[in-house]
């Protein structure tokens, strides 16, 4: 590789960190100067009420590491990161694997797309808490219900997402294939669906940071170990602290995912173009 393109890089990535830093150092800033002033911002948020910037990076080492609070959090966050991470690639691989394959029937196929898109069309707005008490019901509390709900809300992303990018695939591309004597599961696999991958990576980004998102929901109800069954018992505990500590970790467990799932894509595709 040119030194010159090796070192146009590293600076790009260099930028990108310099960049990135001025928005959560000022975000800091402004939390720890509300807290400290209490401020009262719009939608009635009471900034007195908020734990200050240093307690919670205090409670976030005890969280991690233990030997600040010695309570029956302290040291446990590797568990609960482990057990949430394993409920979400559950949920989202389930999602992938179902939604990837009809998103790439539906898009290329007219019959199957008015077969399916009115059913589609008519369940995607139904939001994951309305599916709560019906799957709490039939399902039952535990693993399964928390699994199926972030299955339910990374499909529809991932689904509109292929069919959209199936679409847009250039039609000289299949037709080139087809004058080639290419069969029609052919074209499907060797041709609508690599040039559609870029598509298909947001969708399927958008349904790993939904998994994220109704992870708490999902584990509010019969869960003992994840991030959101921390936030939830935090909350019963008025343990604000710790309520932030989960919410960040849950973030950056998101950031890393999504980070892990492009760069997964990029070292499979190539040089080939990416949205990253």
Known sequence: MPVATT???????LNRVLLA?????????????GVQQQWVLPFGIKMGYVPEPG????????FWFGGILDDA????????LLASTARVLAGFGLAALFAIPIGVLMGRFWVVDAALDPTVSIVRPIPATAWVPLVLLIIGF????????IMLSAFFPILI????AVRQVPPR????????GTSRAGVLLKVVVPAATPGIVSGLRIGLGLGWVI????????????????????????????????????GLAGFVSDRLLVGLFKVGLGRRPLVG
């Open 7 to 13: 070192r146009g890089r590293a600076g790009g990535t």
């Open 21 to 33: 830093l001025p928005v959560p150092i000022a975000i800091l800033l402004l939390w720890h100067f």
């Open 55 to 62: 307690r919670v990076a205090e409670v976030f080492w005890d």
């Open 73 to 80: 959090f302290s040291g446990t966050a590797l568990d609960h």
């Open 142 to 149: 535990g693993n399964q219900a928390t699994i199926f709900l």
């Open 161 to 164: 997402n292929t069919i959209s």
């Open 173 to 180: 591309l299949v037709e080139a294939a087809q004058m080639l």
């Open 215 to 250: 992870l708490v929901l999902g584990e509010a109800n019969g869960i003992d170990t994840g991030l959101g069954a921390v936030i939830n018992l935090a909350r019963e505990l008025v343990r604000t602290d710790l309520v932030v500590v989960g919410m960040i970790c849950i």
